[in-house]
């Protein structure tokens, strides 16, 4: 069973840093990996899909990278704002539905 | 125009009632989904369906129902709601091959009194 885990759980930074959130999953036959934002109280948003015989993908200030030998998967988010803030969640495709990490909570400080 | 739209955003009942939430896709998909989003805020796959017909069942308690009238809808039915119940859920879609994809509608916030 494909197991997916989001370290670190929680993650504070000043405004303007470079950060990295990591996604770890445990069987690597899978078809791609999403990236979404949750805000509060709110619905998820994808920020970017990567397909599994793809390395990375960029959007913005937004790259994803993808090992999937290694099964694993970083989010990288450059020059960080407050409007950052939210909770980042890792789900991996291994089939017909998504299987969700646990989700960092990030805030951005100003 | 919506893709993946869910009715209601909130739903407030008594133990022991029963509810649906509708769900309905307009982006012409084969693959519809429910998942539970719980208090600790994981989001676990509960049902999906591809072509009106159930292709996935996770260990979900017999009283949740997925009905599919058509392709572009997926209800979810709940009959004697328990306090556990009380989630946010999910409807998704998306185009087979399973490589697609998925499009999540707003959720729907599920409180059980």
């Known amino acids: 069973k494909q197991e997916v885990t989001q370290i670190p759980a929680a993650l504070s930074v000043p405004e303007g840093e470079n950060l990295v959130l990591n996604c770890s999953f445990t069987d690597s036959a899978i078809y791609n990996l999403q990236w979404f934002r949750q805000d509060p109280g709110k619905g998820l948003t994808s920020l970017l899909l990567?397909?599994?015989?793809?390395r990375e993908q960029t959007s913005g200030r937004l790259n994803a990278s993808l090992d999937k030998s290694s099964g694993r998967s970083t989010l990288y988010i450059a020059a960080s704002q407050p409007g950052d803030s939210a909770t980042y969640l890792c789900a991996v495709n291994s089939g017909y539905a998504l299987n969700f990490g646990k989700g960092t909570s990030l805030l951005v400080t100003p | 125009d919506t893709a993946v739209s869910q009715t209601p955003k909130y739903l407030v009942t008594q133990m022991g009632n029963d509810k649906s939430i509708k769900c309905e896709q307009n982006l012409g998909h084969d693959t519809m989904y429910w998942y539970k989003q719980d208090s600790k805020k994981f989001l676990k796959i509960m049902f999906s369906?591809?072509?009106?017909?159930?292709?996935i069942n996770e260990t979900v308690p017999n009283r949740f129902s997925p009905k599919s009238p058509d392709k572009a809808h997926l209800n979810l039915h709940i009959n004697s709601l328990e306090l556990g119940d009380s989630a946010v859920y999910f409807c998704a879609s998306s185009q087979p091959p399973q490589g697609n994809e998925q499009f999540f509608g707003p959720g729907t916030r599920l409180t059980v009194l």
């Open positions: 369906y591809n072509n009106k017909e159930l292709i």
């Open positions: 990567i397909q599994s015989s793809q």
